[in-house]
């Protein structure tokens, strides 16, 4: 059993999957520094993606492993991924081309809460990619 | 009910919390881009926030408010709130001093995965503070 210590200050990798065998993994554009999306991962998506060097998830709502971009087109070339000090989040540096969100934007974080307000969203980007075009139904 | 478009593309802000009343956020550097955190929060602690301008978390661990830096004085001031395209991640761009690891660093994400492995660790940045000094035991 890993210590608080082992876990905080060492240099083994122990990620700590949670109940249903996942991990959350933060996904940030290596070049720029903006968030792109968060996903999970469980032990297989992180195996793979450590593996294969690109971005390897695990979908909650399909109950699959998701090679990101494996419809989109839009891959993550991962350069780096960082544990936290509990080790139960992940952050992975990567390479990306355009749109990486399926709504159609670069990031899932497009939208910001309205100064003064508590309740309303105002837009801080524009669609970069037309996922109806890219999804097929 | 809201719906996928209402959630995805709307502008209104309804945050999706979890079974245990939580939704996580991101802490990110607004100057530098660096990704200092993740926490979680519940429905009053993002009130708090919007609120005070300054970061409240739940401590899942200690089961109550936390205001960041209440104990350490590494507080965090928000410059803007961003909501993921399903509305269950925040991302907040905060404005800090240094030292937002309770452990010592800047970031919680101080160690990255060697190349060419799955199971050991390096150090990617240096102590910036001693938090032994910072927290009474």
Redesign the interface.
Known sequence: MATKQDI??????IPKFDDDGLI?A?A?DAK????L??AYMNRQAL?LT??TGYAVYYSRSRQKLWKKGEQSGHIQKVQ???????QD?L?LKVTVDAGQ???G?QS??????KKG????????AEKVYDPHKTYKK
């Open positions: 905080e200050e060492g240099l083994e990798f959350p933060i940030q720029t520094g903006q968030v999306m968060v195996e450590v593996q780096q991924i960082l544990v936290d000090c509990d989040w952050l969100c399926h709504v934007y899932c974080f497009y939208r910001a809460l307000t508590d309740k309303e969203l105002k837009f801080i």
